[in-house]
């Protein structure tokens, strides 16, 4: 099933209780065997991550209504967020 040996069947049992942490090479692998990456494993749903790293919660909701609009409006909203971005860029390396 996997591509890696684990040294015993319970390590994995270990990890899910905290008992135990495994290495970022055993983490990597257990990705690539899961089909998933190493974030996913460590945070959770996506969402987890998000949340996590978005410390405006106003804009996290924000992020959260747009994902439930069409893709051409996404679409749009990516493109306007993304040059104003870059429009920030350029003018901080002006300033």
Avoid: C, W
Avoid at 8 to 27: A, D, F, M
Avoid at 35 to 46: A, H, R, V
Avoid at 73 to 93: D, H, P, W
Wanted: hydrophobic share 40%; proline share 1%; no cysteine.
């Amino acid at each position: 099933m996997f591509s890696f040996k684990i040294n015993h069947v319970t390590n994995i049992s270990r990890y899910e209780r905290g008992e135990n942490k495994p290495t970022t090479e055993v983490l990597t692998k257990l990705a690539n065997a899961l089909d998933t990456t190493t974030d996913y494993l460590m945070n959770g749903s996506t969402d987890d991550v998000a949340t996590s790293n978005l410390s405006d919660k106003e804009l996290l909701s924000l992020f959260k209504k747009v994902s439930s609009l069409s893709t051409d409006r996404q679409k749009v909203i990516k493109e306007l967020i993304e040059a104003f971005v870059f429009k920030a860029v350029i003018q901080n390396k002006l300033a």
